[in-house]
C-alpha cells in the first residue's frame, strides 16, 4: 500500500500513513488532539481542518459552509490523502492544554478551580471528626514487635497480627503468601522494628506490606477523578492529610470518541478495549510518575489510589467490558468495584499498593455522583438539599440523609463548551462573563487572555445579559437591538462578541440561535429533571435549604445569571453553592478515609435511579421548560421582576 | 572436569558424574531412592552400597563393619568415584516402593491402612450432622438469575452475590477482577444460568470461579497428608464426600536428609528451599495428575487442595523459608497458614482452585497433629483422652473439648523402622507381628512376602515375646535360651529371626542389643512424655477414656505386646484405639466441612505445648522408663502378672 506523508501546522509535525487512513486518525497518531464528539463517524462537525497543500478525497456535510469549502476546510474523520498532504489544525478545533488551570489553580493554594469543594469536604471533616476513625485506604503502622521467647513463641506472623490487633477491633486479618515468604528475615534484620501497611479491601484488612524500621511517617496516596473529558490526580499526604500537588489534562480516550456512548462503541471494536483502556492508565501513570517526581518520592511511597468517575469510565479504568451499559435494560458488570492490586489495573505506584474506586448508583450514575454527592455533605444532613452536576449527563440529586433520588438529564455538552459554534472548554482564554457597558458588550475571559471561545459560564451569563436588554426574546430569538450587531451568516441569525481583529483564533467569535437553542435545551432538561425529582419526592423548591452545583464550567458561574434564564429554580441566591469539581474532592475523602467510602457506599446503595425516559411528566416539564426563562414565568418571580412580564412570543 | 560414568545394579542405570560427586548424590540425580537419615553427612551409615567394580576414593566408618569392607561395601555419601564404576544397591539400603500399601488398602475398600481413622472421622461426620453445615473448601452452586430489567436493574456482579446470599449468611464476599472481566458475557451466553465455585478464604467467601450452565454435579478436592517420610493423597468427590482414590509414595525430600532438621539445614543452602519444594510439589502434581486421570477428570474440575502436614513440611510446600524452626526459642513463620490459590504454590488444579492447610500448634507440633486430634473426635468429648503419634516426632496430646496439652518426645525413628539394623517401613515383606510356636520364632510379614525387614509393630512385638519368653530381660539384655540362637556379631549380641536363605535380601534379619535399647529409649519417651503431661494437667491414668494411636508402623499393632514392652501404660486393652494415618483423615475431614477447618483452628488455638527439654520431670520420667516395661513394674499390674516380678536386673 502506498505511503502519504502528512504534515500538520503550525506544529510541522510528520506522520508516514498508508492510502486510506483519515486524517483525524493521523493526527491522533501524531499526538494531535482534534476534537471528535461522534468518535469519528461523522456526525459532529467538530473536527474541521484546513488542507494547505495536496490532493484529497473527501465527503461533503452539512458541517462545513460553502464559505469554508473553499477555503480548504475538511472534516479530518472524513478525509483521506491522495499525495503528501500540508494540513492546518485550527485553534478551534483543538483539545486545548487543560494544564492551565492546575497550574492557576496550585498558585492558589491547590485551591482554583476546585477549592469549593474540597471547603465543603475540609469542613465536613472538621465538623465531623469521626469521619477519619478507620483511617485512610491504607494505613502505616510503626511496630516494636516482642521478640519470641520459648514463653512467647508463637509464629511470626501471629506475632505481628498480635500486635496490629492490639488496640485495634480487627476481625478479619490477611496477608498474602509474597509477604508471608519474606516475614521471617525482616523481621529478625530489623530487630523486630518494622513498620506493616494496611490496606481496607472487601471488608478484610490486609498487610499490604511489611517493611523494616520506622517508615511510619512517610505514605502517600492519589485521589483521582475521571471524567469523561478531563482526568484530575491530586498526590495526597496520608498522614497530614494535605493535597501536595495535582495535575490535570484531557482524558486522551476523547481521541475514541467524546461522549461515553461512543467509546462504548469503540470499545467493542477489535482491540478497542485495550486502547482506550491504555489511553487513561498511561495517563494516570504519567501523572503519578512527575507527582512523585515534583515532591521528590518514589513510587513505592504511594501506596493507595481511589478514583471517582461515571460508570463507563470505572469499567474502562479496569478494562472490563461496558457494552451492556448501552444496551436495554442498560446493566453494569459491577457498581460497587472490588479493590484490587493497583498493578493489576495497570498504574504503576507501590507494586502492592491497592486501588478502590467509588461506587455507583447504576449505568448511567457513577461514582462521580457518588463522590459530589458525599463531598457535600448533603447526606449527613436533615434539610433537603440539591445535588446538579452540570456536565453532559447533567445528572441531578436530592435527598437528606434518609433518602436519595437522582436522575440523569442527558443535558448535552453545552455546559462544558461543547455543542456550540465558538464553544471551547473552560480553559485560559475562555469568555466566562459577558456584561453590557456603557451600551458596550464587555467580555471576561479566564486568565484575563484574549478570547478564543465561550465556555459554560460563558454562554449562560451571556443569554441572561441578552435577555436582560432585550437582545433575545424568551423563546431565544435575536433581535435587533442598540448594543450589539446581529448578522445573517449562512441563512443563521449570530451577534458577534469579540471581531476577529480582537480574538486569538483570528475568527470572529459568535453566539447564534442553533447556540441558544442549544442551551434553552439543556437548561430546560436540567430544570425538568430538577422539578420530576421534586414532584416525585413531594415536595416544593421552596423545601429545599442547599443547592450545590457542580461541574467544570468554569472558575465561576454566576447564580443570578443561571437563574435568569432558568436553568436553576428562582430561590434566594444564598441557598446556591457553586463548588465546581466534586468528583475529586469525594475521591480524596474516601482515599483519606474508610468511613466516607463506608458513607459512599450507604449513598449509592440507598441512592434510586428515576429513569427520565420512562416518565411522561419529564416531558411535558421539559417542553415548558424551552424558554427564557420558563413558559410560566410565575415560577421565576424575581426574574420577572427584572426583565417585566414579556409575553412568550413578546 | 573429567567424567566418569556410574552404573547401579540390580536395574543398570547409569548416569556420567563429574569427578569429585559422591555415589549418594549420583543416586539420587539417577532418581534411585536411597537411605539418607543424616542427610549425606556420613553419619547415619544407612546409605551402604556394594563397588562390584572401579576406582574410588572412601571415607572409613564404623558404620561400615570389617567384614562389609571386605564385600565392597561403602557409605554412598562419602564415595567418590576415581573410575568408571559398577555399584549395587542392596534392598536394605533402598527407600521400598509404598505404592504397595495403597493399592492393598484400595483393594480393601479404600481401607487397608488408613480404615480405623477414616472409620473415626466418618462416625464423627455422621453423629454430628453439623460438620458439614458451612460446606467443603469449594462449593458449587448452580444459580438461575432473575433476567435484569429496567426495575431490576442491578450490576451483573451484584445480581450474582444477591441470588448467592440467598438464604446463606455471607457478609464478606469478594470476586477477582479476572472473573469480574468475564462476567458480563458469561452470564449473557448462557443465559443468566451459571455455575458459582465459592471458596472459604480467610475468613472471607470468595467467588472463585464462574462457568456457564450448570456444573455443581462435578466438583473434586484433593486430601493431602505430606508426612517427613511419606506422601498420601486422596481424590475426594466433595458432592458424594467418598474418597475416590488414592496414592502414597516416599516424600522424595528424604534424598535430602531423613528428618525434618536435616531437611531445615539442607534449605539453608544454595537453592535448598527450591529443590524441598519443588520434590513435593511435583510429586502432589503427578499424584494428581494420575487420580485425575484414572477417574476421568479434567484437572479443571479439582478445585480445592486441603493439605495436613508437620509445621516444616507445610513452610516447605509453600517455599517459607524455615530455618527458624530449629532455631532457639524455635519459631515458625506461620502456624495459621493463608489460603491461597492452588497455583501460587505451584500446584496444578484448577487454575483458580484454592490450598488451605490445617493450622500447626508450633514448631514441633503441626498440622497432622491437629488434624489427628481433629479425626479423633477427642476435642468434642467430655471423656478425657490422650492421642499419641507413633512418628519420629512422638507427639503425645492429651485433652478434652475444654484444653489441650501435647508434648513433642522427640521418639526416633524406630516406629517407623528407622534406626534399626534391620529395620524398613511397613511395605510388604516388611515383618510386622513375632510369636513363638513350638518353641521356634515365626514372623508375620505385610503381604505374606519373603521377609525384607523388620518394620514399627514388628519390632514392638519382638520385644514384648521376648521379655514374655525371657529372651531379653528387663533392661533390654540377650539372654541364652532354648527358643533362638544369640550370636555375637562384631562385639554386639544379636538374634537371628530369618536366616539369609529365608529372607528376601540374601541376608540375615537380626535384631541386637543397640536396636533393643533404641527401642526402649523411643518408648521410654513416649511414656515419659504421657506421664508428664497426665501429672501436668492433674490426672491419673486411670483417669483416660481414650487412647488414640496413630501412625505408619504397619497394617497393625498389638496393643498388649505395646503394654508389655511400656510403650503404652497398662490400661484395659479396650481403651485403645489405633486410627492409622490420622493425618489424611484430618485432611479429608477439612476438606468437606469448613467446620472441622474452624474446629481445627480452635483446637491449634487452645493447645498449649510443653516443651520438655524445660522439665526435670520428663527426664526423670524417662530414666525410669528405660526398662521394661518399667523401674517400678507396680505401675505395670498385668506385666507383672504376665512376667512375673523379676528384678530390674532380673
Redesign the interface.
Known sequence: MREYTITFLPEKKSISVDKGIDLLTAAIQSGIHIYNSCGGEGVCGRCKVIVKKGEYITERSGRISEKERKKGYVMACRTTPESDLTVLVPEESRLGDIEVLTEEAKARRLTGLYTPAEEVAEERSALKENIFKHGPLSTKLFLELPK???DD??????RLFREIRKDRNI??M????AN??K???LL?ESDWRVTATLGNR???TEVVLIEPGDRSGKNFGIALDIGTTTIVAYLVDLMSQKVLAAKASYNPQVDFGEDVISRIIYAQEQGGLEKLHHAVIDTINVFIYSLAKERGLTLDDITAVMCAGNTTMTHLL????P??IRK?????????L?V?RAA??GIKINPRGLLACLP?V??YVGGDITAGILASGMDDSDELSLFIDLGTNGEVAIGNKEYFMVCSTSAGPCFEGGGLKAGIRAMKGAIQAISIQNGKLIVDTIGKEAPKGICGSGIIDALSTFLKHKIIDRSGKLKENNICRIRDFEGVKEVVLVEKKDSATGRDIAIDENDIKNLIHSKGAIYAGIDVLLKESGYKKEDLKNVFIAGGLGTALNIRSAINIGLLPDLPEDIFKFIGNTSIAGAKLCLLSHEAMEKAMLIANKTI?M?LS?KASFMNNYSAALFLPHTDIELFPSVKALIGDLSVRG
Chains 1, 2 share one sequence.
Open positions: 519470641p521467647s520459648i513463641n508463637c509464629g511470626d506472623i501471629e476481625p478479619v490477611q496477608m498474602g503468601l508471608l515468604k516475614l521471617p528475615r529478625r472487601n471488608g478484610t479496569l478494562k472490563i467490558d457494552s451492556n436495554d435494560p442498560y446493566i453494569p458488570a459491577v457498581n460497587f472490588p484490587v493489576e489495573a455507583s447504576g449505568s435511579y429513569d420512562a
